[in-house]
């Protein structure tokens, strides 16, 4: 069974960092593409950043651009998100979330339950 | 603001059909890019639904059906269930944004 599991969510203040991570398991992690969506509080899905099987693809949407990293290691079978320069709407509920292949371009599938990042002073 | 349109509700009484829109443009549905759709019941992580505009993943009833025409894309529900009651996204990838996006999401509420 594919698991997901996200850590590393905090109440930080604004401009300070975090870093989240995503524990993978139940499959060839680095066979497939990874991504991080974020869920503002009673709001929708917003696509945060993604990164291909092999880290050649990566992207970013642009309301974190220059401020996010994404990276994984594969030997780890982990996904990370490096988060500078922290704004208030980034408070969010952020999943990882597995594509279904190895190409950044697949669809998503599973999503784990999420790790609650919360930007205030 | 999304780039991609879905409208804030639907509702249906159980037994019913209802259809959920999904308008983009020529930068992502209308650029070819397929549409996927999720389901999401309050207070849970998101479920892939519907794939490649009109696939279903295996375990979803066929209740659930999706189909993509030009700019838009859209999700048919019938037979409501109560179960059925939650908010669904659609998604497509942006060739301008070079990113994926989603719709801003429809709640369904069963009456």
């Known amino acids: 069974e594919v698991q997901l599991v996200e850590s590393g969510g905090d109440l930080v203040q604004p401009g300070r960092s975090l870093r989240l991570s995503c524990a993978a398991s139940?499959?060839?992690?680095?066979?497939?593409?990874m991504h991080w969506v974020r869920q503002a509080p009673g709001k929708g899905l917003e696509w945060v950043s993604g990164?291909?099987?092999?880290?050649?693809?990566?992207g970013y949407a642009d309301s974190v651009k220059g401020r996010f990293t994404i990276s994984r290691d594969n030997a780890k079978n982990s996904l990370y998100l490096q988060m500078n320069s922290l704004r208030t709407e980034d408070t969010a509920l952020y999943y990882c979330?597995?594509?279904?292949?190895?190409?950044?371009?697949?669809?998503?599938?599973?999503w784990g339950q999420g790790s609650l990042v919360t930007v205030s002073s | 603001q999304s780039v991609v349109t879905q409208p804030p509700s639907v509702s249906g009484a159980p037994g019913q059909r209802v259809t959920i829109s999904c308008t983009g443009s020529s930068s992502n549905i209308g650029a070819g890019y397929d549409v996927h759709w999720y389901q999401q019941i309050p207070g849970t992580a998101p479920k892939l639904l519907i794939y490649?505009?009109?696939n279903r993943p295996s375990g979803v009833p066929d209740r659930f059906s999706g189909s993509k025409s030009g700019t838009s894309a859209s999700l048919a529900i019938t037979g409501l269930q109560a179960e059925d009651e939650a908010d669904y996204y659609c998604q497509s990838y942006d060739s301008s944004l070079s990113g994926w996006v989603f719709g801003g999401g429809t709640k369904l509420t069963v009456l």
């Open positions: 139940g499959f060839t992690f680095d066979n497939y593409a």
């Open positions: 979330v597995k594509g279904v292949s190895g190409s950044y371009f697949s669809w998503f599938d599973p």
């Open positions: 490649g505009n009109s």
């Open positions: 990164i291909s099987w092999n880290s050649a693809n990566i």
